[in-house]
């Protein structure tokens, strides 16, 4: 099954910096979609990007898709220390006679904003 | 936030005893997902359901079961629980169509001695 993979597996930056995490996947898809996780929580879907999608803007967050290289992108500027936690790609893939969309997940890129 | 509640929110169990974890919706959505989290593994699909009394098994279903009676309610059940099952494990739920979001819940985090 395809997988979505991110890269950097953990990312150490000064507050202000710009973070940029990637995230690879194997086979096409509908669409890929950012979630954070802060600690001891559940995930938070960030932003949606769409396969006929190239760029996606949404606050400080900045998406790119790749289809041509099933990679993705994910650029947080201006990053604060309430940035800190996980980040992790999901990718569509529908499934069985019923037409259900699951969600690969990949392991997640840990990123820490120091004040 | 979206309206889902996990219960319980921690669990510690042994080996052999069955458990039940619990997930509710609010929002109406047709489908649920249970997903079990592991360090170096990410998240990784259990069951889901498409509708009352429709699921399916994801990737890593061996050892659990689920029941959906209610729209809802989404129940994962371990039937004999064993030390490989201790995970933190998460409900979402997601509306029908191609290109929406998953809602998660804060998780339940289980352990099994």
Redesign the interface.
């Known amino acids: ?1 395809q997988q979505g993979e991110e890269d950097p597996q953990a990312l150490s930056i000064q507050e202000g910096e710009n973070a940029t995490m990637n995230c690879s996947y194997k086979t096409s898809i ?2 890929l ?1 950012w ?1 954070r996780q802060n600690s ?6 960030l932003i ?1 990007i ?1 396969s006929n999608e190239r760029e996606k803007h949404s606050g400080r967050l900045r998406v790119t898709l790749d289809t041509s290289k099933k990679s993705s992108s994910l650029l947080i500027t201006a990053s604060r220390a309430a940035d800190t936690a996980s980040y ?1 790609c ?1 990718t ?1 893939e529908v ?2 006679s ?6 690969i ?4 890129t840990r990123l820490k904003v120091l004040a | 936030d979206a309206g ?1 509640t996990q219960s319980p929110r921690h669990k510690v169990t042994e080996t052999g005893t069955p458990v039940t974890l619990r997930c509710h919706q609010t929002e109406n959505h047709r ?1 649920m ?1 249970w ?1 079990r989290q592991d360090p ?6 259990i069951h ?1 359901s ?1 509708g009352v009394k ?1 699921t ?1 098994k ?2 890593v279903s061996d050892g659990y079961s689920v029941s959906r009676s209610k729209t809802e309610d989404f129940l994962l059940t371990l039937e004999s629980a064993t030390s490989s099952q201790t995970s933190v494990y ?1 409900c ?1 739920i ?1 509306q029908g169509g ?10 339940t985090r289980l352990s099994i001695l």
């Open positions: 099954s509908n669409n979609q979630y001891g929580r559940g995930l938070v879907h949606l769409r992790f999901a569509d499934v069985g019923s037409g259900t969309y699951k969600y997940f990949g392991t997640g | 889902i489908y997902y997903y170096g593994h990410g998240l990784r699909l889901y498409y429709d399916d994801g990737e998460f979402a997601k191609p290109n929406q979001p998953q809602h998660f819940g804060d998780g």
